[in-house]
């Protein structure tokens, strides 16, 4: 595998993380591979680690926190189109509706991303420069970390997209959740949505990035969000599968009338959004207590 697992803050577009999300920057890489089989498990890992804690739901006087997204197409933030509700989306910016005005979400997700190349380009080292403690790092890769062919260059050095779910992939997300306690900040790994063929039970794509996820919170202590489990069980029950853009209310509709294969208009990404404040709840993280009931 191409260079070493991590060098934080070398060359690329490093988002600012100082301001609120990427209206879309980067490319979607999110191409082949992935039929990692239903592997599942628990939607969320014992005992995630927090501060906020103790805090329960409807408690007055709370401090104001923010929640850091790190994450690919999947979950960054577009450009909507108010007449167009079909426009492409991405869970990350759907997120803060579920919430009071005290938590302050900040979508750094970038298009083509994978857990890798995020930390490489100095787009987590920019986040770990600001977040607090007793903030959140809410983390989803694995869309693009599973594509076998595609490549990005960096200072003239050419690296494989993929990372493998049992080894690389893991090594790469521990920097996330060691940088996020290091600051005494919350980590929380978000298992990758699946692809379409996930409709009327299909085969659950990624489900072997979602297990590498799950194992990692297992073994550290950290809350994992299932959002692919969650996800999956959703298409699932919404049969029988759209055969034309017009009728899609989930995944993406492209220009010439077939359906997106991994990214997702405005309401297949507000449903994910609640799903992800459902895991949150799940995990009983302090940031419940924000939630809008």
């Known amino acids: 595998m191409a260079g070493t697992p991590g060098a934080a803050g070398t060359s690329g577009s490093a988002n600012t993380a100082g301001t609120s999300s990427n209206a879309g920057s980067g490319g979607s890489i999110a191409g082949s591979g992935g039929n990692g089989g239903g592997t599942g498990g628990a939607s969320n890992s014992a005992g995630a680690s927090g501060s906020a804690g103790a805090l329960t739901a409807g408690a007055g006087n709370l401090p104001t926190v923010s929640v850091y997204i790190a994450g690919d197409s999947t979950v960054s933030e577009y450009k909507l189109d108010p007449q167009n509700a079909k426009s492409q989306a991405g869970w990350g910016q759907m997120l803060s509706p579920n919430y009071d005005t005290k938590v302050k979400v900040l979508d750094k997700a970038v298009g083509g991303r994978t857990a890798r190349r995020f930390i490489q380009e100095g787009t987590l080292a920019a986040i770990l420069q600001v977040i607090k403690p007793g903030d959140y790092l809410l983390v989803q890769f694995g869309t693009n970390d599973s594509n076998t062919t595609a490549k990005y260059t960096l200072d003239n050095v050419e690296y494989p997209y993929f990372a493998a779910a049992e080894t ?23 298992t990758p949505p699946p692809r379409n063929s996930a409709y009327c039970k299909g085969p659950r794509s990624l489900g072997n990035y979602g297990q590498a996820m799950i194992d990692l919170g297992k073994a550290g202590n950290v809350a994992v969000v299932d959002l692919g489990l969650k996800t999956h069980a959703h298409l699932t029950a919404i049969c029988p599968k759209p055969t034309t853009g017009a009728q899609e209310t989930f995944f993406k509709p492209n220009a010439d009338g077939s359906i997106d294969g991994t990214h997702f208009q405005e309401n297949g990404a507000r449903v994910m959004a609640g799903f992800v404040a459902d895991g949150i709840d799940e995990a009983k993280l302090g940031l419940s207590a924000y939630r809008k009931r």
Request: charge should be positive; avoid cysteine; charged fraction near 30%.
């Open 168 to 190: 690389d992939f893991k090594t790469y997300l521990q920097q996330y959740i060691d940088g996020a306690k290091d600051k005494k900040a919350i980590p929380v790994l978000v």
